[in-house]
């Protein structure tokens, strides 16, 4: 595997790559990588010739200092996992190369979906999220762009953003991966104690409760009686919410859209952890 911490070296790298006729897949991370990331580059090398991973912890989208400051970066395992995955190149770029001075700042409007949920709680998180992978997009010039439904509002963003900007890059949306107890794999999940890990199942259990209500209850009917679920001891939900998966609004009825998405986010053991469920989907 090549490992580029310049832009100027990976970019001549893909051009070659290029050149010789070879599709690009590309899957940007913040490593402490897991299972969930290596599903995104085993899809990446099922749908493209060569695969790129990036590993770079963005300073603009943490909203929170000391998250920024814990965020977990085992970089020699890493290296060593993606190697061991057969990963073409890795990007690994410093913070002055992903942002450079003279860099011109992107000013995109996301409507309303970057207004709930992730976005009312992490205030300026989804711009940071688009600069960095319109910086990384700029650089690569992907093909194809791999990112996982774990982070259900960040890829609708993203394609929404791909949109605007008419980027010729396909996105590929891949699924959550989970430990056998349903707990959706995450870097932050190393932040738990084994205590912990077991106790944020009740996360997984609570979304597939709420599949099963969807028949006799309304939405906010849900909605409420999640949040008491995930108001167990230890836990701090911040939102559950049931939303159209095209618009990411709250809805009123389970029969107003043909896609229908429970999405929270809540805090365990000073960690905060997401997750989602497609309840529905045409
Ligand atoms: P991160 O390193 O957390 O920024 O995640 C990098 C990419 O991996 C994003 O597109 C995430 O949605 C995706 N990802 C994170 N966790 C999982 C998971 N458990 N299953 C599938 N994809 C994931």
Redesign the pocket.
Known sequence: MFVFKKVKNLQKYIQQKKNEGNIIGF???????????I??LKISQQNADISVCS?FV?PTQFNDKKDLEKYPRPIVADIELLEKNNCDALFLPSVEEVYPNNLQSLDLDFGKLDKVMEGEFREGHFAGVAQVVKRLLDIVLPDKL??????FQ??TIIQSMIDQLNVPTELVV?????EESGL?????NVRLSEKGRKEATLLYKTLGEAKQKMEQSTPKEVEKWAMKELSAPGFKPEYFTIVDGYTLQPIKTFEETDYVVACLAVWLEGVRLIDNDILKKA
């Open positions: 899957t940007p991370t913040m490593g402490a990588l897991h299972n969930g990331h599903s995104l590993i963005n791999f990112m996982g439904q774990k982070d960040q890829f891949c699924p959550i991966m989970r959706a794999m995450s870097s932050r």
